[in-house]
């Protein structure tokens, strides 16, 4: 329990994002794809607690990541759509329900909601 997949072909992003939950949330096992093709395999393992998919990628965009890994077997509660967008253009692409979150991941009060979501997930490691 306590395994987070980070897809996010910003490799700036995902160390910092990385440091930060070693940090608060040391019991979190992570992984990190900054290849978003790559993380095809991954997400049909199905073994994440949590996966946070950025929506802009080359290649392989988020929305067609969030499409297979639920596609696979994922559920959705366990999906958390990043980007660099504004959150209301975003809930048109992702309304409620259709994943756990969908946040910015550049704004202040947004990271804080990313922050509860891991802490929460550390703490029932604890448990």
Do not use: W
């Amino acid at each position: 329990m306590g395994k987070i997949l980070i897809i996010d072909d910003d490799q700036v992003f995902t160390n910092l994002l990385s440091s930060d939950v070693r940090a608060t949330c040391p019991l979190l096992k992570l992984e990190v794809c900054n290849n978003p093709v790559s993380a095809l395999a991954l997400l049909r393992k199905r073994d994440n607690d949590l996966i946070l998919i950025d929506l802009e990628m080359p290649a392989l965009d988020g929305m067609k990541l969030y499409r297979y890994a639920t596609e696979v077997g994922v559920e959705k509660n366990r999906i958390v759509i990043l980007s660099a967008r504004d959150p209301d253009y975003l809930r048109e692409f992702f309304p409620m329900g259709s994943c756990l979150a969908v946040l910015n991941k550049y704004e202040a009060r947004q990271k804080e909601v990313l922050g509860m979501i891991l802490k929460s997930l550390n703490s029932k490691i604890c448990s």
